[in-house]
């Protein structure tokens, strides 16, 4: 990249803070801060919760990681890694039961009311893993795109990226975060549509649907993955879930489905670049787009260094939100300290200045992005029984413990390496990712039952012997 080029990279990223910080609105009460509402306390509308649920959620590592599979697998990549974007209207009927029969304000006061305080801090935990993943691996896709790991550029352009998107998010906490949301989403889907309109017309519609193959080892073991996490993957990541308690029940139910169903189909048309790398030949990398970029010259480039940039800020803006909430409001509650009134905005402030100091830290340590969705994803597989099958029962703390650690363990096994290779399915590169995640879910399943089926026959024990003594007096 030229100076001349580099200085106009420099000059957009400087345009975008202050344009960002510019037109987000300040918030002037802890509830709009910590959930969105407006300064006379209206909660936000359904179409901007479409958006904010459908940017937030299209990661910038997200749409690299879509794109690197239609280069390596053709439509069945883009297919598998699009399906995860299912989730969201699954997560949102679950939720939506959850607040119409609990009556909860969280997934924390949730899981406090069925599983105990300890199931809840448990959960927070690999919430808090969750979120400060987000912070560095979005700042890192920014950074790729101005210099290589190690160089100043690259450095310097993530921490600038932070500290734009910290400032906005000060500002206004949700309420910020929701509206810069919105312009992110029409940014998005323009740039998106602007790259389509520049790579696609050298293939038809069938040449670039007729890439891969349906064959296990071609790319349906991920797919096959990500059916199987549909399940849990979303409720560890509260940009998600925040948002399922922020307006009525039926208009958050509407907006997960709407927004869900967006997101799968702006995933797989962007893994449409990676396919069309396949069918140029385009060198493979690790960062598809970016070297698709540059075969193409510096206009594709800009265009997906701003999909890049739009997509990353819109994740990390909600990363910051939903820390300074899990910090502020969610965490004292489950202390017991279950006051009506939120925290201040600066106490929120704080934690979303730490995180960012803190959060980008795996940065300069060569941390690999590509990791930290997907072993977090099999991390908490033991999530899917506990919201799944939690109507089966009242109170069994032991439930969410056995399935939760359980799916933790054996995620963690397999990250490094200490699974058996007869647990696989199948001989493509995911054939372990599949064979553990197929049978821990139902390792997982049996252990959220078998408290419940103890408790069942321990009661029906007890009632024979009720009935044997009965029967002894009556002689």
Known sequence: ????????????????????????????????????????????????????????????????????????????????????????????YIIYLIRSQ??????????????????????????????????????????????????FAYGASAVLFTAFTLAYSLKGGLRSSIFTDVIQAVVFVFFLGAILFLVLPAHGPAELLGTGTFELGSGVDLLLVAGLQLFSYPFHDPVLTDRGFINRERIMLKSFVVAGLLGFAAVFLFSLIGVHAQLEGIAATDNVPAALGKALGLA????????????????????????????????????????????????????????????????????DILAATTISGTMVMGLAPVFLFYRFTQWSPWSFHLSFWTGLLLGTLLAVGAIPASWAIGDGNYRMLLGVNAWGILICTAGFFLPLLLRLVSRRVARGSAAGEHGAEGV
């Open 300 to 367: 594709a480039l800009f265009i997906i260094s701003i999909i890049m940039m739009t997509s990353a800020g819109s994740t990390l803006d909600s990363t910051f939100t939903s820390l300074s909430k899990s910090i502020a409001v969610d965490l004292p509650r489950l202390l017991g300290r279950t006051g009506k009134a939120l925290p201040s905005m600066r106490l929120g402030a704080v934690v979303m200045v730490i995180f960012a100091i803190l959060g980008n830290l795996p940065l300069f340590a060569g941390a």
């Open 102 to 151: 609990t009556g909860a304000r969280s997934l924390q006061e949730f899981l406090v009311s069925r599983f105990g305080r300890l199931a809840a801090a448990s959960f927070a935990v690999a919430v808090l893993i969750r979120l400060y993943n987000e912070v560095w691996s979005n700042t890192a896709v920014v950074g790729g795109y101005f210099g290589n790991p190690g160089e």
């Open 1 to 92: 990249m030229t100076i001349g080029e580099s200085l106009f990279f420099w000059g957009f990223l400087l345009v975008y803070g202050c344009v960002m910080y510019a037109l987000s609105p300040r918030s002037r009460s802890s509830r709009s801060f910590y959930q969105g509402t407006s300064d006379a306390g209206t909660p936000v509308g359904q179409w901007s919760l479409i958006a904010s649920i459908f940017i937030s959620w299209i990661f910038a590592k997200s749409v690299t990681n879509a794109a690197n599979l239609g280069e390596a697998y053709g439509v069945v990549g883009g297919l598998a890694y699009a399906t995860y974007w299912l989730s969201i209207p699954i997560a949102g």
